[in-house]
């Protein structure tokens, strides 16, 4: 096939204790699923549908990142999550049956440029210009699911210069794995390469250059990552 430009690089995750990547392909994610972390942002927790939205997928960034304090916002967020590889695409998948689709599991960090974020969200417009910038999404290396299981339980935290902010636990979340990736295939087909990313708990804050952030979900793996000088 000729292009009229060359093609950008496929973005890929690491795979752990492998030299062979995952491929991404689409990243979504999901919003306010942790109890606490609905009512720190003032709305309720109830449990609604799930509220989502995408990053690109060239927005992953690798563990051991310098992220460039992005342009465009006074108020730079951290959001740690636990996130989903697809390994086996389909749609209106079962609840039930939904974990067989899941190839991995990672470690990362929803970046959000917050002053943006809530400004869109108090106008009633789309979240993106928030949450789907450059290098916004640092992700972990996939632990594979045959190896680990499928975690339902376990620590979820985020320390930014050693002082931890964020501790809570996976199973907390207002929507389980298996009934978000139900959720979403019934809207989108699910592909193999994509990324779900499960939201955040509570504790989210502000990151300023020189940040070292570190973050895990027991029995997954850590991403850290850190803040560099504006780069623009």
Not at 1 to 11: G, H, S, Y
Not at 47 to 58: L, V
Not at 166 to 187: G, K, N, Y
Request: with cysteine; proline share 9%.
């Amino acid at each position: 096939m000729k292009f009229v430009i060359d093609p950008p690089p496929q973005a890929s995750v690491a795979i752990r204790d492998s030299d062979a990547r995952f491929p991404a392909r689409r990243v979504y994610c999901v919003g306010r699923n942790y109890e606490a972390h609905a009512r720190e942002m003032g709305k309720d927790p109830s449990r609604e549908p799930p509220f989502m939205f995408q990053k690109p997928a060239d927005s992953v960034v690798a563990d051991g990142s310098v992220i460039a304090y992005p342009p465009q916002t006074a108020n730079f967020h951290h959001e740690i999550e636990l996130v989903v590889a697809i390994g086996r695409g389909g749609a209106d998948i079962g609840v039930e049956s939904a974990n067989a689709h899941v190839l991995g599991y990672a470690v990362g960090i929803d970046l959000t440029r917050r002053d943006l974020q809530l400004a869109a969200r108090d106008a009633g417009r789309p979240w993106e210009w928030g949450k789907a910038f450059d290098r916004s999404a640092p992700c972990s290396a996939i632990s594979l699911a045959d190896r680990i299981g499928h975690p339902a339980r376990g620590r979820i935290w985020l320390s930014v210069n050693g002082a931890v902010r964020q501790d809570a636990d996976i199973s907390q979340l207002i929507w389980s794995v298996p009934e978000i990736i139900a959720f979403v295939s019934r809207s989108m087909v699910l592909e193999p390469g994509d990324l779900i990313f499960t939201g955040t708990p509570a504790g989210v804050g502000p990151l300023v250059p020189g940040d070292v952030v570190e973050g895990g979900v027991d029995g997954v793996g850590t991403v850290g990552i850190r803040i560099g000088p504006p780069d623009r």
